[in-house]
C-alpha cells in the first residue's frame, strides 16, 4: 500500500511540475496572436512597398521620356534660333522652360521674317 501511495505522490508531483499555470499558456495564446498579427502587417507593408516600387520605376521611365522630349526641343530651338541669326542661348534655355511652345514660336518668328 505504501508503494502505490508513493507511485501516486511520484505520478502527481511529475505531473504537477510540467503542469504551467493557466496565466503562463493565456499569456502565450495573447503573444502567438500579437506575432501573427504582426506578420500580417509586415507582409501587408512589403507588398505595398514593392507596389511603390513598381510606381517609381515607371515614373523614372517617364521623367527620363519627358527629359529626353525637353532636351529635343531645346536643342532644336537653338539650332533653328542660331540658324536664324538669333541667340542660340537664349533660346535653348526658353526651350528648357516652355519646351515645344519655344519650338512653335522660334518656327513662327521665322516664317513671319521669311514672308517680309
Keep these: 500500500m505504501k508503494f502505490i501511495l ?10 504537477l511540475a510540467y503542469a504551467q499555470p493557466i496565466e503562463a499558456v493565456t499569456a502565450q495564446n495573447e503573444q502567438s496572436e500579437k506575432i501573427m ?3 500580417k502587417k509586415v507582409n501587408e507593408l512589403e507588398n505595398e512597398l514593392s507596389s511603390l516600387s513598381y510606381d517609381t520605376e515607371k515614373l523614372e521611365e517617364e521623367f527620363n521620356r519627358s527629359a529626353l522630349a525637353v532636351l529635343f526641343f531645346a536643342f532644336f530651338s537653338a539650332w533653328w534660333a542660331k540658324s536664324t541669326g538669333r541667340s542660340a542661348l537664349l533660346w535653348f534655355v526658353l526651350g528648357i522652360f516652355f519646351n515645344f511652345i519655344t519650338a512653335i514660336v522660334i518656327v513662327c518668328k521665322t516664317e513671319r521674317g521669311i514672308k517680309k
Design 6 to 15: 508513493c507511485i501516486m505522490i511520484w505520478v502527481a508531483s511529475s505531473l
Design 37 to 39: 498579427l504582426l506578420t
